[in-house]
């Protein structure tokens, strides 16, 4: 296995947040709880590893470099719905268990907000909020592509999840980075913050002059756990944040809660979402 690719697939990382965080519902019934709480599971050594590697490089400079890399723009451009074909590259055939392809998760959540009568802009958000990892094939590793996000350049808090890895990152380390506020003024609003590189921030970038504020807000801080979950990072939100981190709390549960072992008929489908798609996004999109 590749040093840098610690999980079997990205799902496992997904696998691991409903651990973290399970289902209200399915715990009201008594249905999967042990099966959440289930802690000898192999996979957790994977995701602990995979979180050694993330907490460690995830550096400050880091980011600016990705953020320069990816953010032009310049590596591809294509339909959407080619690069939902493109992102269906992801499947591991090799885990027996993936029998839902990276479309069937994006398809299942667009589909759940829209049985819950959503506005459409919302619903098409499901649909492109993992389009960001795309990354994974232009050869990044799965470190900075999926993960939990957290702010880089201020001190990282303990309400991340496995905090005891920043201790390898050489940023905690660094006093211009690992004060409270760090290079950043007490509650400045997180458009003047950067994020932990991943497919959240990749994505948002992406669309961002196509959807709504809240569409883009859900976008750029769905894995923004600590935040939206945890609450630890009031200091450097403003008023605007916290408004449209309502929409990021209602968009959470249908990422999270939507998987479902019966594929969506997509060709009864089809006609809406390509409706949809051509509504809010030009022919082609730029990666
Ligand atoms: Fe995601
Ligand atoms: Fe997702």
Redesign the pocket.
């Known amino acids: 296995m590749n040093d840098a690719q610690p999980l079997k697939s990205l799902e496992e990382w997904?696998d691991d947040l409903l651990r973290r965080y399970p289902d209200p519902e399915s715990i009201a019934i008594g249905k999967s709880e042990e099966e959440f709480r289930n802690y000898d599971n192999p996979a957790r050594d994977t995701v602990r590893e995979f979180y050694r590697l993330n907490h460690t490089y995830q550096t400050y400079e880091f980011v600016l470099q990705k953020e320069a890399q990816y953010l032009t723009f310049d590596k591809k451009e294509m339909p959407v719905w080619d690069a939902f074909e493109f992102l269906n590259q992801l499947v591991d055939d090799s885990d027996p268990d993936t029998d839902l392809d990276q479309f069937q998760?994006?398809l299942q959540?667009s589909e759940a907000i829209r049985a819950d009568g959503h506005p459409d802009w919302m619903v098409l958000t499901g649909l492109l909020?993992?389009m960001g990892k795309v990354l994974c094939l232009f050869g990044e590793p799965q470190w900075a592509v999926v993960g939990d996000t957290f702010p880089v350049g201020c001190a990282h808090s303990d309400r991340i999840v496995y905090p005891e890895f920043f201790a390898y990152n050489p940023d905690s380390k660094d006093e211009r980075y690992n004060t409270k506020y760090g290079v950043y003024e007490p509650n400045c609003g997180l458009r003047n913050v950067h994020m932990s590189w991943g497919h959240d921030e990749y994505v948002y970038h992406m669309v961002k002059d196509y959807l709504p504020e809240p569409a883009l807000y859900m976008l750029r801080y769905?894995s923004f756990y600590a935040q939206h979950r945890e609450h630890a990072y009031d200091h450097l939100m403003d008023d605007h944040d916290r408004e449209m981190f309502k929409w990021v709390k209602l968009f959470n549960p249908y990422?999270l809660y939507s998987k479902n072992p019966n594929p969506p008929d997509w060709p009864k489908l089809r006609p809406y979402y390509e409706d949809l798609v051509a509504k809010y996004l030009p022919a082609t999109l730029k990666f």
């Open positions: 997904e998760h994006l959540t909020h993992d769905h990422d």
